[in-house]
């Protein structure tokens, strides 16, 4: 099992950039798929970014592609989401999650796929 603790969000201004950090206790995250997912006001949650455990594969929604950057310090431990060039648009409550998968990164972008989840912190990007 694992706990995991988002930190890092806030208020920027279009075009600036943010760095969410996924701080995780318990087992460590490189024995876990990790996952951010966002969810705006009135929306349902969305996949982010997502890093396998096993093969190093990143993958991304199309949304991000280009301007998010995931990665993980296994050592901390801890789960990074990099976001660049923000636009208002990405405002919304980022999530961190863990899943117990082997697949490479494509196969795991699905909500369900992951079991453990923080409890969300805040971004959001005025225009």
């Known amino acids: 099992q694992v706990q995991l603790v988002e930190s890092g969000g806030g208020l920027v201004q279009a075009g600036g950039s943010l760095r969410l950090s996924c701080s995780a206790s318990?087992?460590?995250?490189?024995?876990?798929?990790m996952g951010w997912f966002r969810q705006a006001p009135g929306k349902e949650r969305e996949f982010v970014a997502t890093?396998?455990?096993?093969?190093?594969?990143?993958y991304y929604a199309n949304a991000v592609k280009d301007r998010f950057i995931i990665s993980r310090d296994v050592a901390k431990p801890t789960v990074y989401l990099q976001m660049n060039s923000l636009k208002p648009e990405d405002t919304a409550v980022y999530y961190c999650?863990?899943?117990?998968?082997?697949?490479?990164?494509?196969?795991?972008?699905?909500?369900?796929?992951?079991?453990?989840w923080g409890q969300g912190t805040q971004v959001t990007v005025s225009s």
């Open positions: 890093t396998s455990r096993t093969d190093d594969t990143t």
């Open positions: 318990g087992r460590t995250p490189s024995s876990y798929a």
């Open positions: 999650a863990a899943a117990e998968s082997s697949r490479s990164a494509y196969y795991i972008r699905k909500s369900a796929e992951y079991r453990y």
